[in-house]
Structures are given as C-alpha cells and as structure tokens.
C-alpha cells in the first residue's frame, strides 16, 4: 500500500507565503479526511531547512519515513483503511486513515523516529476521529532535538545557530546512513 515518491529533480525555492498556504491547505486536507473516513488520520512530513522543499534529499528522506511507517504498520497490525501521498513544490506529504488508537500511534511513530538516523526530519502527525491531534508536547515527551548541537531543534531553528549548509551536509550523511542499515 505504501508506495514511494519517484525521484525528483530540485524544485525552485519557495517564498514564506507558500509555505504558510500549504500548511493551510493540508489543515482542510486533514479536517475533510478524518471527517471522510472517521477513523485516526497520520499526516506525514519532512521537516527540511531552507528555502527548497522537494529535492532529492528531500525525497530520500521521505520515503525512508514511509517505509519506517509501513514497518510499523505490520508490526502492530493496523487496519489501514487510505493512504495517499502528494508531491507538492512545498514537500511530500502523505495521509494515512488507520483503524488504530491515535495515541498508541503516536507513541509508536515517536519511537520509529527515535530508531532512525533520520528520524528527527520526519514530522508525523497524528489525529483521532474527533480531529483531536497528539504530539510529543501532548504526551509529556521531549522536544525533537537538533540534528548538529542536540540543543531543542526550534531555538536553534528559531535563532539561525547553524549555517543551512552545514545542517544539509548532515542531513546527507544521515540520509545516507540510513540507506547503508
């Protein structure tokens, strides 16, 4: 059921304009699956700095959450119900209807995360039928942390503490490592 993006070559940069719409657009997109399909809604995301959203790395990293995702899946034996994934200037994004406790899906998303190399990219976000979302805050759980100093990633985000290059340089040998396992 869950196929992976095709490859893609680095899309233009995006202006913050765009990035806000299509947050507001997956918003409604979410809000019209749950109330389609009435079960617990994963929506699936890459955080990636920068002003480019869909590239390679991107896609690499994309798909490695959605197989990590469909392991978990079989593991726990969800009844999934859709599944569809998008390919949009502003980055992949997936939705998932599960059958399945929104809070143990969330719980076991966030240890998927925590197993993989490239896991703190990955941005799973969870809903029950009522649009109820859960995240790490919701569970007590800690804050994703940075990927170059471990500091929490939204203050170095939020202050620019580490040059974009240096952060992409990582996220590839993250990537990569992720590839080689």
Known sequence: MFYPLPDTIEQPEISLLELLNSRDNRQTRQQQW??????TLISFTVVFPGPVKDNHLVRQVFNQGLNALKQVAQCRQW???AQQSFAFPTGPECFVAVDADAIAVKTALIE??????????????VFDA???????????LSPRRCLICDKEAKVCARERIHPLNEIINKIEVLANASVDN
């Open 34 to 39: 749950i109330g389609l399909h009435q079960v």
């Open 79 to 81: 009844v999934l119900l």
């Open 112 to 125: 998927a995360e925590e197993l993989s190399p490239v896991g703190r990219l990955w941005d799973f976000d």
């Open 130 to 140: 009522n649009g109820q979302q859960y995240s790490r805050n919701t569970l007590t």
